[in-house]
């Protein structure tokens, strides 16, 4: 099992940036691809970034291409998303997810650790 701890959410006005910050513990943590959700109340969570095991793939959710970026620091067992250019339909939970593979996917059932959520809210 892994443990996952989001920081870094917040409020921040149209325009601003935001770094999220995740921190994982655990055994395996060194074969597991990482990624990040998002969830509005009343909407599914829908997929936002993923970065594999080696930092050398990552994939992106059309709404946040240009303008997010993840990166992975394997050996402080962390996983980043910073968010440029942020948007008022860009406020959601952002949740942390890891997966016991170091493929990453898209698909959130693929992702057996979750943290617990962090808010973040754009607004003016």
């Known amino acids: 099992q892994v443990q996952l701890v989001e920081s870094g959410g917040g409020l921040v006005q149209p325009g601003g940036s935001l770094r999220l910050s995740c921190t994982a513990s655990?055994?395996?943590?060194?074969?597991?691809?990482m990624g990040w959700f998002r969830q509005v109340l009343g909407k599914e969570r829908e997929f936002v970034a993923a970065?594999?095991?080696?930092?050398?793939?990552?994939y992106y959710t059309d709404s946040v291409k240009g303008r997010f970026t993840i990166s992975r620091g394997n050996a402080k067992n962390t996983v980043a998303l910073q968010m440029n250019s942020l948007k008022p339909e860009d406020t959601a939970v952002y949740y942390c997810a890891a997966r016991h593979s170091p493929i990453p996917t898209m698909v959130g059932a693929d992702f057996g650790s979750w943290g617990q959520g962090i808010q973040v809210t754009v607004s003016s």
């Open positions: 655990g055994r395996a943590f060194s074969s597991y691809a």
């Open positions: 970065i594999s095991w080696s930092g050398s793939t990552t």
